[in-house]
């Protein structure tokens, strides 16, 4: 038994940081039930990061809403707004990202739905919180990265602001978003009520930050100094970072100067002390640069390794996906939707009791839920079509 089953999940959040902690709760074991526009669904069905679909929706779409179920409801039609909120009296979480005011005005906001439901852990995303002068900014990764200092930290020390290659504002969001509702839902266990978390892309960026953030707060406000080669932590001295060899690259991390310049035959590098690993950075890091680059990585990890140097070859997803250190984890799945398509995805990293957590159980295709849900939560109306209730 996993140890959400029985917990019953309705998430009316769309893109990314909403399904996301979502779709953590389905894999340990919570039904989801998505609540979309009958319309057109999630608009992430629709949001490509690459060429690749599968029955009309995006890649991105079913990696990130496997093991879900779909309910069509129009939120401007009063008739499907009682069909959700019969729904809402029967479950146990409730995860929505509109922007502020939105469900206010639908009647769908925590303050509405405790009285359907006191036991409910309601659940919200927003790109900077319910208040302040961002309140009704655009709640999109790339727009959070850039207000949080965060693409100050990437790049070289001659680069322009560099954001991360992620949607790490989304999915730090929506792994907070998670653990709140576990918390509350342990607390429900105790005390039998519910509760109202909270989280914006910002909030879990600035986290995300709190190790240089902290030090920025206590430094008298300086600036982030990335270093002009291999940088790879605006706060780390020299030797961190990754060098081109002759054939790769090698990330190197925490080492002492002295044993490397030993092993490296690179003796200028041992009379910088501890000091002058940052102030000297990029001095130090050009001739290890130099030296490297000299040699193959193989040739490098041979000496390295061996004398425990903290070091790595640097690889691409091909290469990674062919090593048996890769492959020991079982991290990939096969998917199939009601439809037959299937979707080889990522599986939960977490594991229960030692068991690794997997479904075979793919997206849905919008509406695909509507009568069977219907049925079991004694939905009044018949189910109109998922696009026959489509308002101007």
């Known amino acids: 038994m996993l140890p959400l089953e029985g917990i019953t999940v309705l998430d009316f959040s769309i893109f990314l940081a909403g399904p996301a902690a979502s779709l953590r709760l389905a894999d340990l074991g919570a039904r989801v039930i998505k609540v979309e526009r009958p319309d057109q669904g999630d608009l992430c069905r629709q949001l490509y990061i690459s060429n690749l679909e599968l029955d009309g929706d995006s890649t991105l779409f079913h990696s990130i809403n496997r093991n879900k179920q779909s309910f069509a409801a129009n939120l401007k039609d009063p008739a499907d707004v009682e069909k959700v909120r019969k729904l809402i009296a029967g479950a146990d979480v409730m995860l929505q990202n509109f922007r502020p005011g939105v469900m206010e005005r639908l009647g769908l906001d925590y303050a509405s739905v405790r009285k359907i439901n006191p036991r409910l852990v309601y659940a919200t995303v927003t790109g900077y919180g319910n208040e302040g002068p961002w309140r009704d900014k655009p709640g999109q990764d790339l727009l959070a990265q850039s207000l949080s200092g965060l693409t100050w930290l990437s790049g070289n020390g001659d680069d322009p602001p560099v954001p991360m290659g992620l949607a790490v504002a989304d999915l730090f969001a929506g792994a907070f978003l998670a653990q709140g509702i576990l918390a509350c839902l342990v607390r429900r266990g105790v005390t039998g009520r519910g509760g109202l978390i909270e989280i914006s892309l910002l909030e879990a960026l600035l986290d995300f930050q709190f190790e240089v953030l902290t030090t920025h707060l206590n430094d008298g406000g300086k600036h982030p100094e990335r270093a002009q080669v291999g940088n790879a932590h605006a706060y780390l001295g020299a030797p961190y970072g990754i060098y081109k060899t ?20 690179l003796p200028e590098i041992a009379r910088f002390d ?4 940052f102030a000297k950075r990029d001095q130090i890091k050009s001739m290890l640069a130099a030296r490297l680059k000299l040699q193959p990585t193989g040739y490098w990890l041979g000496i390295l390794e061996p004398a425990d140097v903290w070091c790595a070859e640097v690889l691409d997803w091909p290469r990674l996906l062919k090593h048996e250190a890769f492959k020991v984890l079982q991290m990939t799945q096969r998917v199939a939707r009601k439809s037959g398509g299937t979707l080889t995805t990522l599986r939960c990293p977490i594991r229960i009791d030692g068991e690794r957590l997997s479904s075979a159980v ?17 939905l009044r109306e018949p189910i109109r079509s998922a696009r026959s209730s489509v308002t101007s």
């Open 274 to 277: 501890r000091g002058e690993t």
């Open 362 to 378: 793919g997206s849905p295709t919008l509406g695909q839920d509507n009568a069977a849900l219907s049925e079991e939560f004694s």
């Open 246 to 265: 002759g054939d790769g690259y090698l990330a190197i991390a925490m080492n002492p100067l002295p044993k490397l310049a030993d092993l490296l035959d």
